[in-house]
């Protein structure tokens, strides 16, 4: 650990190609282990962790899917424009019972939208096609049967599985759980993600009120993370704030063996005081340290027993460019939801762009209609990715791209 050259400093060595990195954190990461059940409330966009069968079948009843009639459809077989033909009203059926009439030969039953068809009716007609002349109703069309009914069963049979284990709750599949009386279900334990901000510098604004002092800045990259880790599926553990030593790396390290993934910024580069990579060789096996990347070149991941650690630049505009292309699909990856598709747009890049010809670089751009703003600025300015919607992937050995040209932004 104390083994430094260049006056406590260690400069980087080879750094892995940022596909490579990507891939090499992928294949460390599989789905946590654990259940729980939620309320509906809380189960939005959760993974669900067992098969739902359908206890019974739905609809429950041979349903009207109209405000109209119920007839029987042969009693109508002659009714036309020229030669009407008219029924003697036998009642009323509403949602929420059974008629208390049935249909019989030559009579209808007024019925409502949603309410179990009368026994006897086969067929509901559109009151728009109908005329009612006191306990008559005159029909000028012929009905097929089983028209404007929906019959039971026909959406779900009851034992069909109509959700499965692996599937995110959205809206309409916590809908379909709710018509079956459920109101929580078993999900996918949340990844546990403990997130430390290191420096001497940094100020916690939840504690440390006030103006900065001299040299002293704010801690805005534990917000950014949680935010970005929230929104993957993360239950997220904010760490006290992390001094520049050796002894306070490990103390926040004891405080997270409970975490399926640490996430650190800041001392991950190769400064005398950057104790990041020293904690991760001391406690565990470090997959890689230094990717071919801008920004954020100054990343790392390593193993400690089941745990997983992704050390992150301090710079902000570094850890959250990083936080965007590895840790999301990380913990979506923990979590077991799907990779998320990349949504782009099309654009003309406003301003030529420079990038180093031996790094992968992230641009940041703004979309102004159909052309793509440059906005970086540098990786310490916290505004670089405030005023972007989206980035511009400029590969390795591109050192420019000329104003004018067509790029791909992918969205953020
Ligand atoms: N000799 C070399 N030096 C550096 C290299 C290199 O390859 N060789 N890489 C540079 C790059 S690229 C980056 S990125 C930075 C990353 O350094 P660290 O991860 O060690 O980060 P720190 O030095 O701790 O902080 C950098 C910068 O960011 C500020 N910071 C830190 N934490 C926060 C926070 N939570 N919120 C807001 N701002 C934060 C910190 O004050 C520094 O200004 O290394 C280069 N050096
Ligand atoms: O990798 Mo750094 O993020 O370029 O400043």
Redesign the pocket.
């Known amino acids: 650990m104390s083994e430094r050259g260049f006056g406590g ?1 260690r ?2 060595g080879a750094v892995l190609p940022f596909e490579h990195a990507r891939q090499v954190m992928l294949d460390a990461a599989g789905i946590v282990e654990g259940h729980e059940s939620v309320p509906f409330a809380s189960a939005s966009t959760r993974v669900l962790a067992e098969d739902v069968p359908a206890p019974f079948d739905v609809p429950g009843f041979d349903r009207s899917a109209m405000d109209g009639y119920a007839v029987r459809a042969s009693d109508l077989g002659g009714a036309s424009a020229e030669s009407p033909l008219w029924l003697a009203l036998a009642g009323r059926a509403r949602p929420g019972a059974l008629s208390p009439v049935s249909v019989r030969e030559g009579t209808c039953v007024d019925i409502a939208t949603g309410a179990p068809l009368p026994e006897g009716a086969d067929a509901v007609v559109m009151v728009e096609r109908t005329h009612r002349d006191g306990d008559r109703v005159r029909f000028t069309h012929p009905v097929m049967a089983r028209e404007h009914v929906s019959p039971r069963g026909n959406d779900v049979q009851a034992g069909a599985v109509v959700l499965r284990a692996g599937e995110v709750l959205t809206p309409a599949r916590l809908g379909v759980a709710a018509s079956f009386g459920l109101c929580s279900l078993v999900v996918r334990r949340k990844p546990v993600v403990a997130l430390i ?3 001497d ?2 100020l916690d604004a939840g504690t440390d009120a006030g103006a900065p002092g001299p040299g002293q ?6 917000v ?1 993370l949680a935010a970005v880790c929230a929104g993957s599926g993360a239950d997220v553990r904010l760490l006290p ?1 992390v001094r ?1 030593t050796l002894d306070h790396w490990r103390n926040a390290f004891d405080a997270a063996t409970h975490a399926d993934l640490i996430v650190c ?7 005398e ?2 104790f ?1 990579s020293d904690i991760l060789a001391e406690r565990g096996e470090m997959l890689f340290h ?1 990717i071919a990347v ?6 790392a991941l390593a193993r400690i027993g089941s745990q997983l650690v992704l ?6 505009t ?2 959250l460019s990083n936080a965007y292309v590895l840790l999301r699909p990380l913990v979506r990856r923990l979590a077991g939801l799907p990779a998320l598709v990349p949504v782009t747009r099309d654009a003309a890049l406003a301003r030529a762009l420079t990038s180093p010809v031996d790094r992968l670089q992230f641009h940041p751009v703004r979309l102004d209609g159909d052309r793509a703003v440059p906005v970086f600025k540098g ?2 300015d ?1 505004t670089s990715l405030s005023d972007a919607d989206g980035y511009v992937e400029v590969p390795v050995g591109v050192t420019r791209i000329e104003a004018g040209r067509r790029v791909v932004v992918t969205l953020y």
């Open positions: 400093m400069p980087f901000s290191s420096g510098e940094l800045i704010y801690d805005a990259n534990r950014m704030v520049d910024s800041g001392g991950s580069s190769v400064g005081q950057d990041g230094g801008k920004p954020g070149k100054p990343t050390a992150m630049p301090g710079n902000p570094s850890c990786s310490g916290v």
